[in-house]
């Protein structure tokens, strides 16, 4: 069994990660962490785990996790992660970062985003934990920065395009997210009165998970990627809708635009290309860990439309940090996550 450690438990996340591993016949549960809860049952704290866990949460105690695990997810607010990381790395134990600390391949470009204090990634093997993509640096990585949930419905839709330059480098990238994706701490943006039959944008231009796109999609097309990044708060739970407006290098018709998708996502089982006309909804990846791609060419204009839906606690998330695990350990990659969406 692979011994397992979640910091950050009580976040949306970690209650993602319990509810998942809860399934996963490999995995055994040996320390959650929490900063409000500690002491209490984890079923205490989210009632929707009670019969699956007999487990308290414990305050973040580092030495302790590292002792009793053999790998610890951080789901945690940026910048806490790479403490942890570094005592894990010394004692053996793998790291999956659910926040930003180690998605990005330059720090001056983290600390430019996020500022603080931060220890680098100096002598820590990480990868950028998409699989899709990155599954052979996963395998060797210490510690593997988990993508943000927009850019993980972003650079999927994008990258087979930009690797076959089918498209030009800029984009215009319009999301909409569930309101999940702002943590479980209560503002005034995220209650009821303020989000419910209302979308509204946020951060338009300077959304923190901009360069990490621009990074993925910059290394994917082998040139510069310019990004414009509208994102959307939406009065639903879960969920990202990602829609891009791509300028096509050549004329191509929605048979070949498929044959592109279709070719580089062969082998992907998380990853589902639908045929030309069908468009994805979130409602159809709700509590899974899939991506469903659509497009449309609109032939007047030259304008490939891009769109992606994604469950940003799995996918987005925690689905796609037990995906990084399982790469690591070498179990199959579908291993805990073969789910079924909920629907309706
Ligand atoms: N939500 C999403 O859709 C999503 C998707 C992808 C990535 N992420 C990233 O994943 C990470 C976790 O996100 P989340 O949505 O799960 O956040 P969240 O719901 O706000 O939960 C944060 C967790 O961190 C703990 N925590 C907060 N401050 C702490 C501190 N100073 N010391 C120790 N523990 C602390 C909280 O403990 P208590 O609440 O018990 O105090 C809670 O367990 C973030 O970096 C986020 O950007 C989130």
Same mark, same amino acid.
């Given at each position: ?7 950050? /438990? ?13 399934? *996963? ?33 414990? $305050? ?9 695990? #053999? ?29 930003? $600390?180690?998605?990005? #391949? ?29 599954? $052979? ?23 087979p395009l930009?690797?076959e330059k089918v498209i #030009? ?10 309101? !999940?994706? /702002?943590?479980?701490?209560? !503002? ?16 338009? /231009?300077? *959304? ?8 993925? &999609?910059?290394?994917? !097309? ?12 939406? +009065? ?12 096509l290098r050549e004329n191509l018709n929605q048979e070949e635009i498929y044959e592109v998708f279709a070719e580089f ?8 290309v639908?045929k030309p006309?069908?468009? +994805? ?10 991506? *469903?791609?659509?497009f449309e060419v609109?032939k007047?204009?030259g304008?490939l ?5 994604? $469950?940003? &606690?799995?996918?987005?998330? !925690? ?26």
């Open positions: 069994m692979i011994k397992v450690g979640i910091f950050g /438990a009580t976040g949306y996340t970690g209650v993602e990660l319990m509810r998942l591993l809860s399934k *996963h016949e490999k995995v055994k549960i040996e320390y959650i962490s929490s900063q409000s809860y500690a002491g209490k049952s984890i079923a205490d704290v989210y009632p929707s785990l009670t019969g699956f866990y007999d487990i308290s949460l414990d $305050d973040v105690e580092v030495e302790k996790a590292v002792s009793k695990c #053999d790998v610890v997810f951080t789901a945690l607010p940026a910048g806490y992660a790479s403490k942890i990381a570094r005592e894990a790395v010394k004692k053996g134990v793998k790291v999956i970062d659910l926040g930003a $600390d180690f998605r990005f #391949d330059d720090y001056s470009t983290y600390k430019e985003w996020y500022g603080g204090e931060y220890d680098g990634y100096d002598g820590i093997k990480r990868a950028y934990g998409l699989p899709e993509i990155y599954r $052979d640096s996963i395998k060797e990585a210490d510690v593997v920065g988990n993508p943000g949930c927009y850019p993980t419905s972003v650079i999927l839709g994008l990258v930009l690797k #030009d480098g800029n984009i215009i990238i319009d999301s909409k997210s569930g309101i !999940s994706g /702002a943590g479980h701490s209560p !503002s005034q943006k995220n209650i009821y009165a303020e989000c419910n039959e209302s979308i509204r944008a946020y951060n338009v /231009a300077n *959304h923190r998970h901009v360069p990490e796109m621009v990074q993925e &999609l910059s290394k994917a !097309s082998g040139e510069k990627v310019s990004v414009v990044f509208a994102p959307h708060l939406t +009065p639903m739970t879960r969920g990202i809708l990602s829609t891009m407006y791509c300028k996502y062969k082998n992907e089982y998380f990853v589902k639908l006309g069908a468009y +994805p909804s979130t409602k159809n990846v709700y509590g899974s860990n899939f991506c *469903h791609i659509g609109d007047a204009t304008t439309v891009v769109m992606t839906a994604i $469950d940003n &606690l799995v996918k987005g998330a !925690s689905g796609q940090a037990i995906q990084n695990m399982n790469i690591i350990f070498g179990l199959e990659e579908k291993t805990g996550l073969d789910i079924v969406p909920v629907y309706p």
